[in-house]
């Protein structure tokens, strides 16, 4: 496989995961009401267990861009969207998706949860398992300044079908509930 494909899944989950460590920074009251909407912790500990999300979550984001800890930033990614593909499963279980998702853009009202943010959480889990692969599944070679080009073009259409996904998850989960209505 070719080396350029690990640079680039780690460069465009690392935005992701810093989007929206960032956007939960900002808004950290707002994320802290979504993590108690999920009642899967205690009212007690939720600002505290909010504040480990964001910080792991940061922390995942930082540690994908250093190639010696990247390993390290893919199990805490791992960890990061693991619980939060949880929480979702969770209340989707108990048919609660009246809830914040909380995984970003928490100044506009979020439609709720639905198993589309589940499949999104999926997809972005497959593309993190890349990281995890051996050294020896990606060719040696040098990079020239085609790679950059073309790390550059495919980290931005990346970054442009997560974002694109995330709004039509919120579009089509808005419609069903007109369609309820």
């Not at 808004?27 to 909407?37: D, I, M, Q, W």
């Not at 805490?76 to 593909?85: E, F, N, Q």
Request: glycine share 10%; proline share 2%.
């Amino acid at each position: 496989m070719d080396p350029l494909i690990l640079y680039l899944v780690a460069a465009a989950l690392a935005v992701i995961l810093l989007t929206g460590a960032l956007d939960k920074l900002r808004h950290f009251s707002v994320f802290e009401g979504a993590v108690l909407a999920y009642r899967l912790i205690p009212a007690s500990i939720s600002k505290v267990f909010a504040g480990a999300f964001v910080t792991a979550e940061l922390a995942a984001a930082l540690l994908l861009l250093l190639p010696h800890w990247r390993t390290e930033g893919a199990w805490l990614a791992l960890g990061v969207l693991g619980v939060a593909t949880a929480g979702v499963v969770v209340n989707l279980g108990r048919g609660h998706t009246d809830v914040a998702c909380g995984c970003g853009n928490l100044k506009q009202q979020s439609a709720g949860l639905s198993w589309w943010l589940v499949g999104r959480n999926a997809v972005l889990l497959l593309a993190l398992s890349v990281l995890f692969l051996p050294r020896t599944a990606f060719i040696e070679r040098s990079f020239g300044w085609v790679d950059g080009l073309t790390f550059f073009g495919a980290a931005l259409a990346l970054l442009g079908l997560y974002f694109a996904a995330n709004q039509l998850i919120e579009s089509h989960i808005k419609l069903q509930k007109l369609k309820e209505i």
